[in-house]
């Protein structure tokens, strides 16, 4: 039985059988011509109907949410906090003889180690409010939630630098300021928001206070 671009045929006639018509090549292309016409139409899946009704209760309540006030606190926060981190820098070197911060290595300048450390500064001041910004969008407890990794962040930032080699007082004192600046922007940040009165559900003192 020779074979034609719609299938076989017998005397010329299209399709598998006389008077049934060609498959649509859609259906040549996935699936036997019968299977697809028998298949039923499939409801959507569960999971986007999940993620539409998500979607449309984050947007009805977004506007309740105390982003303007997160960005302008977490931007004034990036840049207290770089202007302290230099001036910290640059009163440690020259007033003590501290090489801080100790990543900077000995033999960098004041200003060029000063300004590095206060970039550095700003740049996580910056990305923690854009986590916290993540949080409120996404987590059901957003202030408990940047606590947990605020915390473990300022903890890593604190011991990393007595891993590096270095002076020990340079290591210790960039520590100190690593811990001090962290524990600040995150109890600050998290302060923002839980003052807000937008989330009565992150936690079961602001549920009793409304």
Do not use: K
């Amino acid at each position: 039985m020779p074979d034609s671009p719609f299938g076989r045929s017998s005397g010329g006639l299209p399709g598998r059988h006389a008077g049934r018509p060609a498959p649509r090549p859609w259906e040549r292309s996935f699936r036997c011509p019968s299977t697809a016409r028998r298949r039923p139409v499939e409801a959507p899946p569960r999971r986007y109907e999940d993620f539409v009704a998500l979607h449309e209760e984050v947007s009805a309540e977004g506007s309740g949410r105390p982003y303007r006030a997160l960005w302008w606190t977490g931007i004034s926060a990036a840049l207290l906090g770089g202007l302290l981190a230099f001036a910290a820098v640059i009163g440690l070197r020259t007033m003590f003889g501290v090489e801080v911060p100790v990543f900077a290595g000995e033999h960098a300048g004041a200003a060029p180690a000063a300004t590095s450390y206060a970039l550095c500064a700003t740049a996580a001041t910056i990305q923690a409010t854009a986590l916290m910004h993540l949080l409120l969008s996404s987590a059901a407890r957003p202030v408990r939630a940047f606590a947990w990794i605020g915390g473990v962040a300022v903890a890593l930032l604190a011991l990393l630098p007595l891993t590096l080699h270095g002076p020990f007082d340079a290591a210790l004192a960039t520590a100190g300021i690593n811990l001090a600046g962290g524990t600040a922007v995150v109890v600050l940040l998290a302060a923002v928001v839980a003052a807000s009165r937008a989330f009565p559900w992150d936690g079961p003192f602001r549920r009793a206070r409304r």
